[in-house]
C-alpha cells in the first residue's frame, strides 16, 4: 500500500493497485501486484527524493533568477508543469513567495534591485569580430575624464622635465668643454637650447643653501651708486634689475631688454671704462683666458674683478690665484668656506691687453669643467 503520506501527494496511484482496493482486478493481477508490492515500495534516499514541497521552492528559485538576469523583460505569468508534466497555473495568493519577495525588497536597497548580474560576472569582451576574428577587449573607462586627463598630463610633464635635463646637461657639456664661438654657434642653430640651458641652470643652482649672486648683489649695494659695472655672461639680468648702479650685462643671447647680445671675449665698452666686472658661473669654455683678458681691458686701474665658480672646478686654488697674477690682477679677498662655490675678489694692478699674449706665452689657468651626472 502506501508508504507515507507524501506517497500519496506525489500521485504514485498505479492502475493495478487501484483495481485491487476497488475489485476490478482478477486473481492474476493481484497475484503479479502481491509480487511486485516489494520492489516497487522500495525504501528510496530522503535527500534523493523530489518531494512537492522541495519541487516548488525549485520551481521558485527558478522564476527569481529569471527575474534577476531579466530586468524588465517579459511578464508574462509562467505555467509550471507538475512532477508527471502536466501544466498547472501559477498561483496569484502566494503567501509565501509574497513573504520572501518583501524580505527581499526590505534587505535590498532599491538602488539593487532589477539592475542585472554582478559587475563581477560581466564578461570583459565581447567575443570576436566579424571583420577579422580577432578579440575586441574592451578597455575600462575611468569614471572621471578629468582624473584621466590630469594623469596623463602628469606623466607627460614628468616625460617632458627628464628630455628637458638630458638636454641640459648635453648643453653644459659642451659650453665648458667648447670654444666660445662653437657655443655661439650651438645656440644660433638652435634658439631653444639657450632657454633649456638657462632653466636647468636655474634649477640647479636653486638647490644650493646659498647664491653666489646675492652675496654679490649685497655687496654692491653696500657701495656707491656711482660704480659702473659690467656683468659677463649675465644670464637674465638679475644683477641689473636689483641694484641702483649702472649694470652692462652680456651674454650670447638676450632673454630680456637688459641683457646686450654680445662673445663675452669681445664686448662693446671702451677701455679702462668700468669699476666692477663680474663673472658668476660664467668662465665657461676652453678659451676663458680670453673673458678675464677682456675683463682687464674695460676696468679701470685699482677696480675689482669678482669671480664666483663651482667648487669642483678648482683642484688648485693657490695656482688659479698665481695665474690670474700674470694677468695683471692681484687677489685682495677670498672665501672657500661655501661647500658649493668659491669667492675671490681681485684688484687690478697693470693695464694688459689681449695682443700681449699669443697661443705660446698664455697663462695656462685650467678649470675642471662642471658636468653633472645622468641619474
Known amino acids: 500500500m502506501f508508504q507515507s503520506a507524501d506517497d500519496w501527494e506525489s500521485g504514485t496511484n498505479d492502475k493495478p493497485l487501484t483495481d485491487a482496493l476497488f475489485g476490478n482486478v482478477s486473481a492474476n493481477a493481484t497475484e503479479n501486484l502481491v509480487k511486485a508490492t516489494p520492489t516497487s515500495t522500495k525504501a528510496v534516499d530522503p535527500k534523493l527524493k523530489l518531494t512537492r514541497e522541495r519541487w516548488k521552492r525549485r520551481q ?19 505555467k509550471n508543469t507538475d512532477l508527471n508534466g502536466n501544466s498547472e497555473p501559477q498561483q496569484d495568493n502566494d503567501t509565501e513567495d509574497t513573504d520572501l519577495l518583501n524580505l527581499n525588497t526590505r534587505t535590498k536597497p532599491l538602488s539593487k534591485i532589477n539592475k542585472g548580474p554582478p559587475k563581477a560576472k560581466q564578461k570583459r569582451f565581447e567575443g570576436k569580430s566579424n571583420d577579422d576574428d580577432k578579440i575586441n577587449f574592451s578597455m575600462p573607462t575611468p569614471q572621471n575624464a578629468y582624473e584621466r586627463k590630469e594623469n596623463v598630463g602628469g606623466l607627460q610633464e614628468k616625460l617632458l622635465n627628464k628630455l628637458s635635463s638630458s638636454r641640459f646637461r648635453f648643453i653644459n657639456e659642451q659650453m665648458y668643454t667648447s670654444h666660445s664661438k662653437e657655443t655661439v654657434q650651438l645656440f644660433e642653430n638652435d634658439p631653444q637650447a639657450f632657454s633649456i640651458y638657462h632653466k636647468g641652470y636655474l634649477n640647479q643652482v636653486s638647490k644650493w643653501p646659498v647664491k653666489p649672486l646675492d652675496l654679490i648683489i649685497s655687496w654692491i649695494k653696500a657701495r656707491s651708486p656711482k660704480l659702473v659695472v659690467a656683468d659677463f655672461g649675465c644670464g637674465e639680468a638679475f644683477l641689473a634689475q636689483n641694484v641702483k648702479n649702472v649694470v652692462h650685462s652680456f651674454d650670447l643671447v638676450a632673454v630680456n631688454k637688459f641683457v646686450t647680445v654680445a662673445d663675452i671675449t669681445k664686448v662693446p665698452l671702451e677701455d679702462q671704462s668700468v669699476d666692477v666686472a663680474v663673472f658668476c658661473l660664467s668662465l665657461m669654455g676652453t678659451n676663458f683666458v680670453e673673458f678675464l683678458l677682456e675683463a682687464n681691458r674695460v676696468l679701470k686701474i685699482k677696480s675689482i674683478l669678482k669671480i664666483a665658480e663651482v667648487a669642483s672646478r678648482f683642484h688648485n686654488p693657490k695656482g688659479f690665484i698665481l695665474n690670474l697674477k700674470k694677468l695683471g690682477f692681484e687677489l685682495i679677498k677670498k672665501d672657500v668656506s661655501n661647500t658649493h662655490f668659491y669667492m675671490f675678489d ?24 662642471c658636468l653633472y651626472k645622468k641619474r
Open 60 to 78: 521558485k528559485n527558478k522564476r527569481r533568477a529569471k527575474k534577476r538576469n531579466n530586468p524588465g523583460g517579459d511578464t508574462q505569468p509562467q
Open 346 to 369: 681681485f684688484r687690478k694692478t697693470k693695464h694688459i691687453t689681449a695682443a700681449k699674449f699669443d697661443e705660446n706665452n698664455m697663462p695656462k689657468l685650467k678649470l675642471q669643467p
